[in-house]
Protein backbone atom coordinates (compact mmCIF):
# COMPACT_ATOMS: atom_id res chain seq x y z
CA UNK A 1 0.00 0.00 0.00
CA UNK A 2 1.35 2.98 -0.96
CA UNK A 3 1.26 5.81 1.38
CA UNK A 4 -0.96 9.07 0.41
CA UNK A 5 -1.00 11.73 3.46
CA UNK A 6 -3.22 15.47 3.08
CA UNK A 7 -3.59 18.71 4.20
CA UNK A 8 -6.79 20.06 4.28
CA UNK A 9 -6.70 23.62 5.47
CA UNK A 10 -10.29 25.59 5.62
CA UNK A 11 -9.08 29.37 4.18
CA UNK A 12 -11.27 31.52 7.08
CA UNK A 13 -7.83 33.33 7.45
CA UNK A 14 -4.12 32.94 7.67
CA UNK A 15 -1.72 29.66 7.39
CA UNK A 16 -1.13 29.74 11.18
CA UNK A 17 1.63 28.07 13.19
CA UNK A 18 -0.77 24.57 14.31
CA UNK A 19 -1.73 24.37 10.41
CA UNK A 20 1.86 24.78 9.57
CA UNK A 21 3.43 22.29 11.47
CA UNK A 22 0.24 19.99 10.82
CA UNK A 23 1.58 20.48 6.80
CA UNK A 24 4.68 19.07 7.46
CA UNK A 25 4.37 16.39 9.29
CA UNK A 26 2.06 15.08 6.60
CA UNK A 27 4.77 16.21 4.32
CA UNK A 28 7.35 14.27 6.10
CA UNK A 29 5.76 11.02 6.46
CA UNK A 30 4.63 10.97 2.74
CA UNK A 31 8.41 12.19 1.35
CA UNK A 32 9.76 9.34 4.23
CA UNK A 33 7.62 6.29 2.54
CA UNK A 34 7.47 7.30 -0.97
CA UNK A 35 3.94 8.33 -0.84
CA UNK A 36 1.69 11.43 -2.30
CA UNK A 37 0.94 14.40 -0.35
CA UNK A 38 -2.43 15.67 -1.75
CA UNK A 39 -3.37 19.66 -0.77
CA UNK A 40 -6.87 20.27 0.14
CA UNK A 41 -9.13 23.18 0.34
CA UNK A 42 -12.04 22.76 2.53
CA UNK A 43 -13.92 25.79 1.74
CA UNK A 44 -17.68 24.58 1.96
CA UNK A 45 -18.07 27.93 4.78
CA UNK A 46 -19.09 30.05 1.76
CA UNK A 47 -19.41 33.46 4.41
CA UNK A 48 -16.03 32.56 6.02
CA UNK A 49 -13.83 31.11 2.90
CA UNK A 50 -11.65 33.93 0.74
CA UNK A 51 -9.50 33.74 -2.10
CA UNK A 52 -7.16 36.09 -0.06
CA UNK A 53 -7.07 33.23 2.89
CA UNK A 54 -6.53 30.68 0.03
CA UNK A 55 -3.58 32.48 -1.56
CA UNK A 56 -2.46 33.00 2.30
CA UNK A 57 -2.14 28.89 2.36
CA UNK A 58 -0.14 28.54 -0.82
CA UNK A 59 1.87 31.26 -0.46
CA UNK A 60 2.45 29.93 3.01
CA UNK A 61 3.44 26.60 1.99
CA UNK A 62 5.18 27.64 -0.69
CA UNK A 63 7.74 29.47 1.78
CA UNK A 64 7.93 26.85 3.84
CA UNK A 65 9.11 24.43 0.98
CA UNK A 66 6.38 22.30 1.45
CA UNK A 67 5.86 21.58 -1.93
CA UNK A 68 2.22 19.25 -3.05
CA UNK A 69 1.97 16.25 -5.25
CA UNK A 70 -1.89 16.54 -5.99
CA UNK A 71 -4.39 19.51 -5.79
CA UNK A 72 -5.36 22.37 -4.75
CA UNK A 73 -8.60 20.88 -4.71
CA UNK A 74 -11.24 22.60 -3.55
CA UNK A 75 -14.54 20.95 -1.95
CA UNK A 76 -16.54 23.74 -3.39
CA UNK A 77 -15.93 22.55 -6.75
CA UNK A 78 -17.01 19.24 -5.48
CA UNK A 79 -20.94 19.31 -4.60
CA UNK A 80 -21.50 17.22 -7.56
CA UNK A 81 -20.05 14.19 -5.70
CA UNK A 82 -21.20 15.08 -2.68
CA UNK A 83 -25.00 14.78 -3.50
CA UNK A 84 -24.22 11.37 -5.63
CA UNK A 85 -22.68 9.57 -2.54
CA UNK A 86 -25.32 11.38 -0.30
CA UNK A 87 -27.96 9.34 -2.60
CA UNK A 88 -26.36 6.25 -2.05
CA UNK A 89 -26.48 6.71 1.51
CA UNK A 90 -30.01 7.50 1.41
CA UNK A 91 -30.80 4.37 -1.30
CA UNK A 92 -29.35 1.80 1.10
CA UNK A 93 -30.60 2.79 3.76
CA UNK A 94 -27.60 4.61 5.67
CA UNK A 95 -29.11 8.00 5.71
CA UNK A 96 -32.44 9.80 6.35
CA UNK A 97 -34.77 13.19 5.72
CA UNK A 98 -34.88 14.74 8.76
CA UNK A 99 -38.12 17.04 9.04
CA UNK A 100 -37.25 18.43 12.44
CA UNK A 101 -38.08 22.17 12.83
CA UNK A 102 -35.33 24.28 14.43
CA UNK A 103 -37.56 25.02 17.23
CA UNK A 104 -38.11 20.99 17.93
CA UNK A 105 -34.37 20.96 17.96
CA UNK A 106 -33.83 23.65 20.17
CA UNK A 107 -36.75 22.76 22.82
CA UNK A 108 -34.95 19.21 22.89
CA UNK A 109 -31.87 20.70 23.58
CA UNK A 110 -33.40 22.77 26.57
CA UNK A 111 -34.78 19.22 27.79
CA UNK A 112 -31.75 17.53 27.90
CA UNK A 113 -29.63 19.95 29.06
CA UNK A 114 -32.30 20.38 32.30
CA UNK A 115 -31.85 17.00 32.85
CA UNK A 116 -27.94 17.10 33.08
CA UNK A 117 -28.33 14.84 29.36
CA UNK A 118 -25.58 15.55 26.72
CA UNK A 119 -27.62 17.07 24.03
CA UNK A 120 -28.54 14.66 20.97
CA UNK A 121 -30.43 14.30 18.15
CA UNK A 122 -33.13 11.56 19.44
CA UNK A 123 -33.63 9.86 16.16
CA UNK A 124 -37.33 11.12 16.15
CA UNK A 125 -37.73 11.30 11.90
CA UNK A 126 -35.37 8.30 11.83
CA UNK A 127 -38.23 5.46 10.95
CA UNK A 128 -40.15 8.19 8.96
CA UNK A 129 -41.71 6.36 5.81
CA UNK A 130 -43.08 9.63 4.41
CA UNK A 131 -42.67 13.60 5.04
CA UNK A 132 -44.86 15.34 7.85
CA UNK A 133 -47.79 17.48 6.65
CA UNK A 134 -46.57 20.54 6.22
CA UNK A 135 -43.04 19.93 6.49
CA UNK A 136 -40.23 22.22 4.96
CA UNK A 137 -36.85 20.61 3.01
CA UNK A 138 -35.25 18.28 5.27
CA UNK A 139 -31.44 18.04 6.42
CA UNK A 140 -29.77 14.73 5.47
CA UNK A 141 -28.72 12.55 8.70
CA UNK A 142 -26.46 9.60 8.79
CA UNK A 143 -28.21 6.20 10.48
CA UNK A 144 -25.43 5.87 12.74
CA UNK A 145 -25.20 2.66 14.67
CA UNK A 146 -26.87 2.56 18.16
CA UNK A 147 -24.98 -0.17 19.78
CA UNK A 148 -21.20 -1.45 20.24
CA UNK A 149 -18.45 0.51 20.57
CA UNK A 150 -16.41 2.73 17.20
CA UNK A 151 -12.88 2.11 17.93
CA UNK A 152 -9.78 4.54 16.72
CA UNK A 153 -6.39 3.10 17.17
CA UNK A 154 -5.02 6.55 17.35
CA UNK A 155 -1.07 6.23 16.46
CA UNK A 156 -0.12 9.33 18.60
CA UNK A 157 -2.88 8.26 21.67
CA UNK A 158 -3.89 4.81 21.11
CA UNK A 159 -7.10 3.00 21.65
CA UNK A 160 -9.51 5.58 22.14
CA UNK A 161 -12.91 3.87 22.35
CA UNK A 162 -16.43 5.80 21.75
CA UNK A 163 -20.19 4.41 22.38
CA UNK A 164 -21.93 4.22 19.37
CA UNK A 165 -24.60 5.17 21.90
CA UNK A 166 -23.21 8.67 22.18
CA UNK A 167 -23.03 9.46 19.01
CA UNK A 168 -26.42 10.83 17.41
CA UNK A 169 -27.45 10.87 13.71
CA UNK A 170 -25.62 13.52 12.56
CA UNK A 171 -26.60 16.28 9.83
CA UNK A 172 -24.48 15.26 6.66
CA UNK A 173 -26.82 17.61 4.33
CA UNK A 174 -28.31 21.25 5.28
CA UNK A 175 -31.64 21.82 4.21
CA UNK A 176 -30.21 24.04 1.05
CA UNK A 177 -28.66 20.93 -0.10
CA UNK A 178 -24.50 21.77 1.31
CA UNK A 179 -22.87 18.86 2.80
CA UNK A 180 -21.37 19.55 5.89
CA UNK A 181 -17.66 19.11 6.95
CA UNK A 182 -17.49 15.64 8.48
CA UNK A 183 -19.77 14.24 5.21
CA UNK A 184 -17.64 15.82 2.80
CA UNK A 185 -14.18 14.74 4.24
CA UNK A 186 -15.23 11.37 4.34
CA UNK A 187 -15.72 11.40 0.67
CA UNK A 188 -12.51 13.20 0.21
CA UNK A 189 -10.57 10.87 1.87
CA UNK A 190 -12.36 7.85 0.16
CA UNK A 191 -12.12 9.23 -3.48
CA UNK A 192 -8.36 10.53 -3.08
CA UNK A 193 -7.54 7.05 -1.28
CA UNK A 194 -5.93 9.08 1.74
CA UNK A 195 -4.17 6.25 3.73
CA UNK A 196 -2.85 8.36 6.86
CA UNK A 197 -5.10 11.61 8.47
CA UNK A 198 -2.79 13.31 10.62
CA UNK A 199 -4.57 16.42 12.05
CA UNK A 200 -4.99 18.18 15.28
CA UNK A 201 -6.42 16.47 17.80
CA UNK A 202 -9.77 18.76 17.86
CA UNK A 203 -10.86 16.44 15.45
CA UNK A 204 -10.55 13.78 17.60
CA UNK A 205 -14.58 13.39 18.39
CA UNK A 206 -15.42 13.78 14.89
CA UNK A 207 -13.23 10.79 13.75
CA UNK A 208 -15.72 7.69 15.37
CA UNK A 209 -18.42 9.76 13.18
CA UNK A 210 -16.11 9.97 9.79
CA UNK A 211 -15.34 5.86 10.61
CA UNK A 212 -19.23 5.12 10.68
CA UNK A 213 -19.69 7.08 6.93
CA UNK A 214 -16.34 5.04 5.63
CA UNK A 215 -17.76 1.63 6.55
CA UNK A 216 -21.39 2.15 6.08
CA UNK A 217 -19.66 3.24 2.00
CA UNK A 218 -17.22 -0.23 2.45
CA UNK A 219 -14.14 1.77 2.52
CA UNK A 220 -11.88 0.87 4.82
CA UNK A 221 -11.15 3.91 7.08
CA UNK A 222 -7.24 5.55 6.92
CA UNK A 223 -4.86 5.66 10.04
CA UNK A 224 -5.66 8.34 12.47
CA UNK A 225 -3.17 10.12 13.97
CA UNK A 226 -4.32 13.16 16.29
CA UNK A 227 -1.58 15.65 17.00
CA UNK A 228 -1.28 17.74 20.11
CA UNK A 229 -1.98 21.21 20.20
CA UNK A 230 0.78 23.70 20.52
CA UNK A 231 0.68 26.14 23.89
CA UNK A 232 1.66 29.19 23.85
CA UNK A 233 5.55 30.10 26.26
CA UNK A 234 3.51 30.11 29.61
CA UNK A 235 1.34 26.92 28.86
CA UNK A 236 -1.33 28.62 27.66
CA UNK A 237 -4.01 28.09 24.56
CA UNK A 238 -2.60 29.84 21.64
CA UNK A 239 -3.62 33.40 20.68
CA UNK A 240 -2.60 35.73 17.99
CA UNK A 241 -1.20 37.60 20.71
CA UNK A 242 1.03 35.15 22.02
CA UNK A 243 2.17 33.42 19.41
CA UNK A 244 -0.73 31.87 16.80
CA UNK A 245 0.66 34.02 14.03
CA UNK A 246 0.75 33.86 10.24
CA UNK A 247 3.46 31.71 9.10
CA UNK A 248 3.90 35.24 6.77
CA UNK A 249 4.37 36.75 9.81
CA UNK A 250 7.49 35.05 10.62
CA UNK A 251 8.63 35.52 7.34
CA UNK A 252 8.26 39.41 7.81
CA UNK A 253 10.05 39.03 11.53
CA UNK A 254 13.25 37.80 9.42
CA UNK A 255 12.98 34.23 9.68
CA UNK A 256 14.50 31.74 7.50
CA UNK A 257 12.05 29.23 6.09
CA UNK A 258 14.49 26.33 7.26
CA UNK A 259 14.71 28.03 10.64
CA UNK A 260 11.33 28.09 10.96
CA UNK A 261 10.90 24.40 9.46
CA UNK A 262 13.24 22.43 11.51
CA UNK A 263 11.52 24.74 14.95
CA UNK A 264 8.01 23.32 13.63
CA UNK A 265 9.54 19.48 13.69
CA UNK A 266 11.08 20.08 16.96
CA UNK A 267 7.42 21.16 18.39
CA UNK A 268 6.33 17.90 19.40
CA UNK A 269 8.49 14.99 17.71
CA UNK A 270 12.23 14.35 18.67
CA UNK A 271 14.86 11.79 17.59
CA UNK A 272 17.01 11.81 20.63
CA UNK A 273 18.77 14.95 21.64
CA UNK A 274 19.30 16.28 18.58
CA UNK A 275 17.65 19.83 17.93
CA UNK A 276 19.21 20.80 14.40
CA UNK A 277 17.94 18.45 11.54
CA UNK A 278 18.64 19.25 7.84
CA UNK A 279 15.45 18.86 5.60
CA UNK A 280 16.79 15.05 4.47
CA UNK A 281 17.56 14.38 7.67
CA UNK A 282 14.10 14.96 8.90
CA UNK A 283 12.55 12.99 5.74
CA UNK A 284 14.55 10.08 7.06
CA UNK A 285 14.25 10.18 10.28
CA UNK A 286 10.84 11.69 10.47
CA UNK A 287 8.15 8.77 12.03
CA UNK A 288 4.28 9.50 13.44
CA UNK A 289 4.97 7.02 15.82
CA UNK A 290 7.34 9.37 17.76
CA UNK A 291 5.35 12.69 18.07
CA UNK A 292 4.63 12.62 21.61
CA UNK A 293 1.60 12.58 22.96
CA UNK A 294 1.42 15.47 25.26
CA UNK A 295 1.24 19.33 23.96
CA UNK A 296 4.04 21.25 23.22
CA UNK A 297 5.16 24.77 24.20
CA UNK A 298 6.40 27.65 22.03
CA UNK A 299 9.88 28.98 22.73
CA UNK A 300 10.83 31.90 21.02
CA UNK A 301 14.37 31.87 22.36
CA UNK A 302 14.92 28.69 20.31
CA UNK A 303 13.52 30.18 16.98
CA UNK A 304 15.96 32.76 17.52
CA UNK A 305 19.00 30.53 17.98
CA UNK A 306 18.11 28.50 15.34
CA UNK A 307 17.52 31.02 12.93
CA UNK A 308 20.96 32.72 13.88
CA UNK A 309 22.57 28.91 12.96
CA UNK A 310 21.28 28.77 9.92
CA UNK A 311 22.40 32.69 8.79
CA UNK A 312 25.69 31.70 9.81
CA UNK A 313 25.72 28.25 8.51
CA UNK A 314 23.71 28.43 4.91
CA UNK A 315 25.45 29.11 1.33
CA UNK A 316 25.75 33.02 1.55
CA UNK A 317 23.58 33.35 -1.85
CA UNK A 318 20.44 31.68 -0.52
CA UNK A 319 20.44 33.91 2.47
CA UNK A 320 21.01 36.68 0.39
CA UNK A 321 17.83 36.08 -1.45
CA UNK A 322 15.83 35.94 1.58
CA UNK A 323 17.78 39.28 2.43
CA UNK A 324 16.90 41.45 -0.90
CA UNK A 325 13.21 40.84 -0.25
CA UNK A 326 13.45 42.77 3.29
CA UNK A 327 15.66 45.32 2.11
CA UNK A 328 13.35 45.57 -0.75
CA UNK A 329 10.56 46.01 2.38
CA UNK A 330 12.62 48.59 3.58
CA UNK A 331 12.17 50.66 0.02
CA UNK A 332 15.81 49.48 -1.03
CA UNK A 333 16.63 48.32 -4.19
CA UNK A 334 19.12 45.68 -3.67
CA UNK A 335 20.89 46.66 -6.85
CA UNK A 336 21.83 50.07 -5.75
CA UNK A 337 24.91 48.99 -3.48
CA UNK A 338 27.18 46.43 -2.96
CA UNK A 339 27.04 42.37 -3.39
CA UNK A 340 24.42 40.57 -0.84
CA UNK A 341 26.68 37.90 -0.29
CA UNK A 342 29.31 39.67 0.60
CA UNK A 343 26.72 41.37 2.85
CA UNK A 344 25.64 38.51 4.65
CA UNK A 345 29.27 37.14 5.08
CA UNK A 346 29.98 40.69 7.13
CA UNK A 347 26.29 40.88 8.91
CA UNK A 348 25.78 37.00 9.45
CA UNK A 349 27.93 36.70 13.13
CA UNK A 350 25.98 39.95 13.92
CA UNK A 351 22.66 39.34 12.90
CA UNK A 352 19.49 37.03 14.77
CA UNK A 353 17.23 37.83 12.01
CA UNK A 354 16.90 38.82 8.75
CA UNK A 355 15.41 41.48 9.32
CA UNK A 356 17.99 43.20 11.68
CA UNK A 357 20.61 41.86 9.05
CA UNK A 358 18.58 44.59 6.62
CA UNK A 359 18.00 47.32 9.18
CA UNK A 360 21.50 47.16 10.28
CA UNK A 361 23.08 46.94 6.21
CA UNK A 362 20.71 49.97 4.91
CA UNK A 363 23.28 52.22 5.36
CA UNK A 364 25.74 50.35 2.60
CA UNK A 365 22.42 51.64 0.34
CA UNK A 366 22.04 55.15 2.00
CA UNK A 367 23.71 57.86 2.93
CA UNK A 368 23.02 58.40 7.05
CA UNK A 369 20.36 60.80 7.71
CA UNK A 370 22.36 61.92 10.35
CA UNK A 371 24.38 60.69 13.41
CA UNK A 372 23.61 58.80 16.39
CA UNK A 373 23.44 61.42 19.22
CA UNK A 374 25.15 59.51 21.95
CA UNK A 375 27.84 57.70 19.05
CA UNK A 376 28.36 61.56 17.99
CA UNK A 377 28.99 63.03 21.26
CA UNK A 378 31.74 60.08 22.04
CA UNK A 379 33.69 59.74 19.44
CA UNK A 380 32.99 63.21 17.56
CA UNK A 381 35.12 65.03 19.86
CA UNK A 382 37.87 68.02 19.57
CA UNK A 383 40.09 66.42 17.11
CA UNK A 384 38.34 63.95 15.35
CA UNK A 385 37.56 66.02 12.33
CA UNK A 386 41.60 65.90 11.56
CA UNK A 387 42.09 62.23 12.36
CA UNK A 388 39.27 61.16 9.98
CA UNK A 389 41.06 64.14 7.51
CA UNK A 390 44.32 62.02 7.67
CA UNK A 391 42.39 58.86 7.35
CA UNK A 392 40.39 60.64 4.04
CA UNK A 393 43.92 61.81 2.94
CA UNK A 394 45.63 58.51 3.17
CA UNK A 395 42.78 56.50 1.70
CA UNK A 396 42.35 58.28 -1.65
CA UNK A 397 45.46 57.39 -3.16
CA UNK A 398 44.37 53.97 -2.56
CA UNK A 399 46.12 51.87 -5.46
CA UNK A 400 43.49 48.37 -4.45
CA UNK A 401 40.39 49.13 -2.58
CA UNK A 402 40.76 45.62 -0.32
CA UNK A 403 40.05 45.30 3.10
CA UNK A 404 43.29 44.13 4.35
CA UNK A 405 45.00 47.49 2.18
CA UNK A 406 42.10 49.68 3.89
CA UNK A 407 43.40 47.95 7.50
CA UNK A 408 46.94 49.06 7.01
CA UNK A 409 45.76 52.94 5.96
CA UNK A 410 44.43 53.27 8.95
CA UNK A 411 46.48 51.11 11.39
CA UNK A 412 49.05 53.38 10.36
CA UNK A 413 47.29 56.27 10.88
CA UNK A 414 46.91 55.33 14.63
CA UNK A 415 49.97 54.80 15.00
CA UNK A 416 51.43 58.21 13.60
CA UNK A 417 48.65 59.97 15.67
CA UNK A 418 49.75 57.75 18.57
CA UNK A 419 46.18 56.32 18.97
CA UNK A 420 45.04 53.33 20.02
CA UNK A 421 42.76 51.73 16.93
CA UNK A 422 39.44 52.36 18.29
CA UNK A 423 39.79 55.75 18.64
CA UNK A 424 40.69 55.99 14.98
CA UNK A 425 37.77 53.28 13.91
CA UNK A 426 35.43 54.07 16.19
CA UNK A 427 34.74 58.09 14.49
CA UNK A 428 35.35 56.27 10.71
CA UNK A 429 32.24 53.71 11.75
CA UNK A 430 29.86 56.24 13.33
CA UNK A 431 31.33 58.77 9.96
CA UNK A 432 30.04 56.37 7.31
CA UNK A 433 27.47 54.40 9.25
CA UNK A 434 25.85 57.42 11.31
CA UNK A 435 26.19 54.17 13.98
CA UNK A 436 28.53 53.11 16.74
CA UNK A 437 27.77 49.28 15.71
CA UNK A 438 28.62 47.86 11.73
CA UNK A 439 30.87 45.03 10.93
CA UNK A 440 35.16 45.30 11.47
CA UNK A 441 36.06 48.78 9.64
CA UNK A 442 38.05 47.25 7.17
CA UNK A 443 35.20 45.36 5.93
CA UNK A 444 32.39 48.13 6.23
CA UNK A 445 34.56 50.70 3.74
CA UNK A 446 35.40 47.84 1.36
CA UNK A 447 32.00 47.24 0.96
CA UNK A 448 30.89 50.73 1.33
CA UNK A 449 33.35 51.59 -1.93
CA UNK A 450 35.94 54.28 -2.06
CA UNK A 451 33.23 56.81 -3.45
CA UNK A 452 30.92 56.23 -0.85
CA UNK A 453 33.51 56.28 1.97
CA UNK A 454 35.12 59.40 0.88
CA UNK A 455 32.10 61.50 0.50
CA UNK A 456 30.87 60.11 4.19
CA UNK A 457 33.99 60.91 5.88
CA UNK A 458 34.22 64.80 4.10
CA UNK A 459 30.05 64.80 5.66
CA UNK A 460 31.09 63.38 8.62
CA UNK A 461 34.02 66.61 9.37
CA UNK A 462 31.82 69.38 7.98
CA UNK A 463 29.27 68.18 10.39
CA UNK A 464 32.45 68.36 13.41
CA UNK A 465 33.37 71.74 12.13
CA UNK A 466 30.20 73.37 11.80
CA UNK A 467 28.55 72.17 14.79
CA UNK A 468 31.80 73.36 16.56
CA UNK A 469 31.60 76.57 14.72
CA UNK A 470 27.66 76.79 16.32
CA UNK A 471 28.75 76.39 19.70
CA UNK A 472 31.34 79.48 19.84
Known amino acids: MSVKTRFAPSPTGFLHIGGARTALFCWLYARRHGGRFVLRVEDTDRERSTNEAVNA ?77 GAGAPVVRFRSPLEGQTVVDDRIRGRVTFSNAELDDLVIARADGTPTYNFTVV ?100 DIDDINASASSLNPSKLLWLNQHYLKSSDPAHVARHLAWHLGALGVDPADGPG ?100 PIDVTLELLGREATLRRLDAAVAYMREDRAAAT
Open 57 to 133: ILEGMSWLGLDYDEGPFYQTERFERYREVMQRLLDEGNAYPCYCSRDRLEALREEQLARKEKPRYDGRCRGLKKPPE
Open 187 to 286: VDDMDMEITHVIRGDDHLNNTPRQINILQALGVQPPAYAHVPMILDEHGKKLSKRTGAASVMDYREQGFLPEAVVNYLVRLGWSHGDQEIFSLDEMVELF
Open 340 to 439: LEAIVGAQAERSKTLLEMAQNSLFFFREPEGYDEKAARKNFKDGADDVLERVRGALVGLAAWRAEAIHEVITDVAERLELKMGKVAQPIRVAVSGSPVSP
